[in-house]
Nanobody, 126 residues
Framework: QVQLVESGGGLVQAGDSLTLSCTVS????????MAWFRQVPGKEREFVCT????????YYGDSVLGRFRISRDNAKNTVYLQMNSLKPEDTAIYYC???????????????????WGSGTLVTVSS
């Protein structure tokens, strides 16, 4: 059974930093491209960033480029999202997602992802 479990969400102030984690089980993590998406209730899910399984190359959405950093630890089956200079508009439920195995390229469309976590809430106050 595949499981993706996000953690690290919470309430922070604008300008603060926060790191999310997503621990994966039930699949060969090292062969999966991982991604973070976010969603505000009532709005469409938004691509945040992704990290490719083959070379750890990252790709970021425009709204987080330069502020967020994605990384992964294959030994721990975990992907991280370090979020800096947080803004109120970053408030959302953050979801971890996996695409694979052995996928090619970057995936920014949530419909292409194979597995999802249940999300963790990040609230940024002004």
């Amino acid at each position: 059974q595949v499981q993706l479990v996000e953690s690290g969400g919470g309430l922070v102030q604008a300008g603060d930093s926060l790191t999310l984690s997503c621990t994966v089980s039930g699949l060969d993590f090292s062969r999966y491209t991982m991604a973070w998406f976010r969603q505000v209730p009532g709005k469409e899910r938004e691509f945040v960033c992704t990290i490719r399984w083959s070379d750890n190359s990252p790709y970021y959405g425009d709204s987080v480029l330069g502020r967020f950093r994605i990384s992964r630890d294959n030994a721990k089956n975990t992907v991280y999202l370090q979020m800096n200079s947080l803004k109120p508009e970053d408030t959302a439920i953050y979801y971890c997602a996996a695409k694979g195995p052995d996928s090619r390229g970057f995936y920014t469309n949530d419909e292409r992802m194979n597995h999802w976590g249940s999300g963790t809430l990040v609230t940024v106050s002004s």
